[in-house]
């Protein structure tokens, strides 16, 4: 086993190297500009990009033309949500969220509020879980888009996108759900879930950063998004911008391998994230379980020790473990976690919450590893305080 080990894996993934090694000749040998059809350069770029195409939209049970290849789910979220308001060419729209959604998703609201669009920011139970009946009374007859993730990348827990959906749909607006958890780590089915849009982050799935992709319903009512990025009309005119060819062959094999592997891989993770908890609650029952106890991510642990400031165990850890938490000292805003503040979860309790994110490379050695030295660690800062 070799020092540090990564269990942050909700904010990043490393590069499969499967993945890694079918992008290599991209950057090199087949290096051309997919817009470039007229040579073989660009021909063969082109139809690899259409080879991906496929294996993302495999991956949720979508069909190829169904899938928008953006620079990050952050830009897959902004497209969606943004694209769809101002598509509609009305003022005075109205979109409903949640309290723990991604900044991307609850920024890109925002923006539309300033424009003179109104939000409706649905609170959540201390699982992270949205009422649905708080959902069904939140629509307005301007209500048109409604954006609710499907498994949160703090505390994991994973949202009923299919009762979602259908009271959505019910009500006559369109569903965006934020993939970027979700895709290659639990079954997804967008037609069964019923989504309209939805995001997609590569480098959540053991590719690339820099890459992502949007779903886009195709099947009548047909959705109209305006594009946030004008120029050359790569994307069917919806994003422009000379693709990121070796990051999309990337993406593309990553959602294959994730296919692949998910039942197995699922399986193997949970029971580490599993050995985690139970070891820690063994040295420590009174351990809190931040999130849901069932419906959450395979990888997710989300916890806090009491009475143990999780900057020291941080820094206790810097060059051993990478962990994260919803403290304010870690977070880019240094503001404490708005996953966990809407959750209830009491300020000392969020002061003292830590992340573990549990991924393809993690081995038992190491997550046995983590749970000892974590167990150390917190009884040499007990006995400190
Ligand atoms: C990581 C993440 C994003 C942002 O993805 P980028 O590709 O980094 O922009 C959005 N939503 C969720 C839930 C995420 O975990």
Redesign the pocket.
Known sequence: MQLPIYLDN?ATTPCDPQVMEVMQPFFTKFFGNPSSRHHVFGAQAGEAIEVAREQVASLIVAAPKEIVFTG???ES?NLAIRGLIEASGKSHRHVITAATE?H?VLESCKHLERLGHQMTVLPVDRYGLVDLQKLQDAFRPETILVSI?MAN?EIGTIAPIAEMAAITHERGALLHS?L??ATGKIPIDVKKLGVDLASI?A??IYAPKGV?ALYIRSSVPSIRLSAQMLGGGQERQMRSGTYNVPGIVGLGKAAQLCQELMKDEATRIERLRNLLFNSINEALPEVVLNGHPTQRLPGNLNISLPGIESEKILTAFRKEMAISSGAACTSASSEPSHVLRAIGLQKELIHCSLRFGIGRFNTEEEIIYAAKRLNEERQRIWKQN
Do not use: E
Request: aromatic fraction near 0%.
């Open positions: 909700h990050c789910a952050t979220n991604h991307s993730m990348n934020d970027a958890q982050a480098h959540k992502g």
